[in-house]
C-alpha cells in the first residue's frame, strides 16, 4: 500500500521533469535541445523557462484550490472559478480596456473586481455567523451569471476592437509580460497552497461531513472561512497573469483523487506535480500546433482533460 | 458513582425556534442511558447541544464538572465521541481512512498516524467485526457495514462518553441486535458511558439502564424502564394505544402496538371534549 504510492510519486516527478524537458525544447522555432544552452539562443530558454514557472504555478494553484472547495463544499463539481472570480475578472478587464487603460491596468482592474464578486457572493450566501454550503454555491452561479450578462452587454455596445484581444485572453494565455506580477502571484499561490496543506487533516474529516467533522474537533465554520479566503485570493491572482484557464481546477483533483486516493495529505503534493506537468504539456501544444499561431490554453486544457478524464472515470467503474 | 455529564436548564434549538426548552440531567460513569420521544421532540437537538454542535441559549452542559463550552474542540472530543443515524460519504475513503479519522482529535496538525494508532484503529474494526472491509471504499459498503464503520471511528477515539443518534435505525434486527450487544459489552467490559438516542422502544426497554422521555422539548418522564415504559406514559406522549408486556427475557416492559389504536385515541380525545 505504502509502497503503491511511493512508486506513483516517482512517477509523477519522473513525467514532470519530462514535461519540463520537452517544454524547453519545443517551441514555435526549432531549436535542438542542447544547443539551447548556448550563448545566442538564451533569451529563447529564458522564455521558454519562464512560460514553464507560469504553468506550474497557475497549475498548481488552480488544481489545489479545486480540491479544497470541493472537499469543503462536498461538491464534485466545485473548481476555483465557482465563487465569482472569473466572471468578477472577467468584467474587470472589460471595463479596463473600455476605459482606454488595459495595458498597465488590466491585472490590478481583474483582481480588485475578482475580489469585489467574491465579497458579494460571500455576502449573499452568509447567514448571521453560519456560511451554508448550499447558498454559497448557488449565490456563486446567481453573481456569475449576473456579471456575464453585464460582460456581454458592454462588449455589444462598445465597438472597440481591442475587446476582440480580450476575448483571447479570456480563455487563457501564459505569456509574461510582467516579471514583478509573476513573482508577487508566484509569492501568493506558494504561500496559499502551503496554507491549504496545512488544512488537510481538517478537509479529510469535512469531505466526510460538516457535523463528522465537528465531532472529531474540527472547527468547521471557521475553516471553511479562511480556505474560502485563500481560494479566492489565489484564483484571483492567478487570473492576473494568465487569464481565465478552465477545467484545470475541476479535473486534476479528480483524476489525482482517482490516482492516490482522497487523504489530503498526499493528495496535495501530488496534485502539484501533476497540475504542473498538464499545464506545462498543455502550453506546449498550444505553441506548436499551429506555430506560430499561438491556441489559447484554456482550450488545450478542455480538449486533452475532458478525454483522459473519461477514460480513468469508466476504467473505475469497471473495476467496481 | 460520580456524575460523568451534568446537563442543567439547558435551552437551545435553531435560530429564534427553541427546541429545547429547559432540561436538566445527570449521567452516571458507566451508564447506558436511553433518550426516547415522539418526532421533534428535541432528542437530536439535546445531543447536538450536549457535544458542542450547536451553541446552547441558556443553561449548561458540564463534562466532569467543567463547562463543555471552555473545553478546546480537539481535547473535548478526545474524551467525547458522537455517532450520527447515517453518514452518506461521497469520496471514496477506505474504511480503514474513516475509522483513522477518530484519531484527529489525538493528533498534531499534519502529522502522520503512527503504530500505535494504526493499533488503535485495527482493534476498533476488529471489536465492531469489519477488519475484513477496512481496504473497501466506504462508498461501497452496505448500510450496515457502514454503521459499524462509523462505530469504529467513534472508538477509535478513544472516548469515555459516547453519544449515539439513533444508530440503529437504517438496520436489519440481526445488526441492530449486534450493534447493541457490542455497545453493551463495551459499557460492562470497559465501562464506556453510552447515551443513545432510540426510537424502538422495545429496544431502548431491553439494552438501557435508565430512560429519559422527552416531549416537546421538556422532559416528560425519567427513570428506568418500568417507570417510564407505561401504557399511560405511551399513550400521552405518542398518541398511540399499547399494550405493555413484560419480556420473558429481560422481564423489562415489552410494548405491543395495539391496530388502529391511533384511531382510538382520536375518538376519545373528541368523546371527552
Redesign the interface.
Known amino acids: 500500500?505504502k509502497s503503491r504510492i511511493k512508486i506513483k510519486i516517482t512517477m509523477l516527478l519522473f513525467i514532470l521533469a519530462a514535461s519540463i524537458a520537452l517544454g524547453l525544447s519545443r517551441g514555435a522555432v526549432d531549436i535542438p535541445f542542447l544547443s539551447l544552452f548556448e550563448m545566442p539562443n538564451r533569451p529563447i530558454l529564458y522564455l521558454r523557462f519562464l512560460r514553464i514557472l507560469v504553468a506550474a504555478v497557475a497549475g498548481s494553484g488552480l488544481a489545489v484550490s479545486g480540491i479544497a472547495l470541493q472537499?469543503i463544499l462536498?461538491n464534485?463539481l466545485a473548481e476555483p472559478y465557482l465563487l465569482g472570480t472569473s466572471s468578477g475578472a472577467a468584467l474587470g478587464a472589460v471595463i479596463a480596456v473600455i476605459l482606454g487603460s488595459a495595458g498597465l491596468y488590466l491585472p490590478p482592474a481583474a483582481f480588485l473586481s475578482a475580489v469585489l464578486s467574491v465579497t458579494l457572493v460571500y455576502a449573499i450566501a452568509k447567514q448571521g455567523e453560519h456560511i451554508p454550503v448550499q447558498s454559497l454555491i448557488l449565490s456563486g452561479v446567481i453573481v456569475s451569471v449576473a456579471l456575464s450578462a453585464i460582460i456581454v452587454f458592454l462588449v455589444s455596445i462598445s465597438s472597440d476592437g481591442a475587446l476582440h484581444g480580450l476575448m483571447w485572453w479570456l480563455w487563457g494565455s501564459l505569456e509574461v509580460y510582467d516579471m514583478k506580477l509573476l513573482s508577487v502571484v508566484a509569492l501568493i499561490v506558494f504561500a496559499g497552497i502551503a496554507a491549504i496543506?496545512?488544512?488537510?487533516?481538517d478537509m479529510?474529516?469535512m469531505?466526510?461531513?460538516e457535523?463528522?467533522a465537528?465531532?472529531?474537533?474540527?472547527?468547521t465554520e471557521e475553516v471553511k472561512k479562511i480556505l474560502f479566503f485563500i481560494t479566492s485570493l489565489v484564483s484571483a491572482s492567478i487570473v492576473c497573469v494568465s487569464g481565465i484557464i478552465g477545467f484545470v481546477g475541476l479535473i486534476i483533483p479528480h483524476i489525482m483523487?482517482l490516482a492516490v486516493?482522497?487523504?489530503h495529505?498526499v493528495l496535495i503534493p501530488c496534485t502539484c506535480v501533476a497540475a504542473s506537468a498538464f499545464m506545462i504539456l498543455c502550453d506546449m501544444m498550444g505553441r506548436t500546433l499551429l506555430a506560430p499561431l499561438e491556441i489559447p490554453i484554456g482550450v488545450i486544457t478542455a480538449v486533452v482533460g475532458a478525454p483522459i478524464f473519461i477514460i480513468l472515470l469508466k476504467r473505475k467503474q469497471r473495476i467496481? | 458513582m460520580a456524575n460523568i455529564l451534568s446537563v442543567k436548564g439547558l435551552y437551545g434549538g435553531y435560530g429564534s425556534q427553541m427546541v429545547v426548552r429547559g432540561v436538566s440531567f445527570e449521567v452516571g460513569r458507566g451508564e447506558f442511558l436511553g433518550i426516547i420521544g415522539p418526532n421533534g421532540s428535541g432528542k437530536s437537538t439535546l445531543l447536538r447541544l450536549a457535544t458542542r454542535i450547536l451553541k446552547p441559549s441558556a443553561g449548561s452542559v458540564m463534562l466532569d464538572g467543567k463547562n463543555i463550552r471552555s473545553i478546546d474542540s480537539k481535547a473535548f472530543f478526545r474524551r467525547v465521541a458522537f455517532v450520527s443515524q447515517d453518514t452518506i460519504i461521497q469520496f471514496p475513503f477506505t474504511a480503514r481512512q474513516i475509522v483513522l479519522m477518530g484519531r484527529i482529535p489525538h493528533l498534531k496538525r499534519l502529522q502522520f498516524e503512527t503504530r500505535r494508532d494504526l493499533e488503535i484503529a485495527d482493534r476498533a474494526l476488529a471489536l465492531t467485526d469489519t477488519s475484513h472491509l477496512a481496504e473497501r471504499p466506504i462508498d461501497s459498503l452496505s448500510a450496515g457495514e457502514r454503521q459499524r464503520v462509523i462505530i469504529a471511528k467513534a472508538l477509535a477515539q478513544e472516548p469515555e462518553l459516547l453519544f449515539l443518534d439513533e444508530p440503529t435505525s437504517h438496520l436489519d434486527i440481526g445488526h441492530q441486535a449486534r450493534t447493541l450487544d457490542l455497545l453493551k459489552k463495551l459499557n460492562m467490559e470497559k465501562n464506556l458511558t453510552i447515551v443513545m438516542v432510540l426510537h424502538d422502544l422495545n429496544l431502548a426497554s431491553a439494552y438501557c439502564d435508565r430512560l429519559i422521555m422527552l416531549n416537546d422539548g421538556v422532559i416528560y418522564r425519567e427513570g428506568c424502564p418500568d417507570e417510564v415504559l407505561t401504557y399511560q406514559n405511551i399513550e400521552a406522549i405518542y398518541h398511540t394505544v399499547v399494550l405493555v408486556n413484560k419480556s420473558r427475557i429481560t422481564s423489562r416492559p415489552n410494548i405491543v402496538v395495539v391496530p388502529g389504536g391511533v384511531a382510538f385515541t382520536k375518538e376519545k380525545r373528541v368523546n371527552n371534549g
Open positions: 500500500m472537499a462536498r464534485p496543506f496545512f488544512f488537510s487533516q479529510n474529516a469531505s466526510v461531513g457535523e463528522y465537528s465531532h472529531v474537533g474540527v472547527k483523487r486516493g482522497p487523504d495529505r467496481r
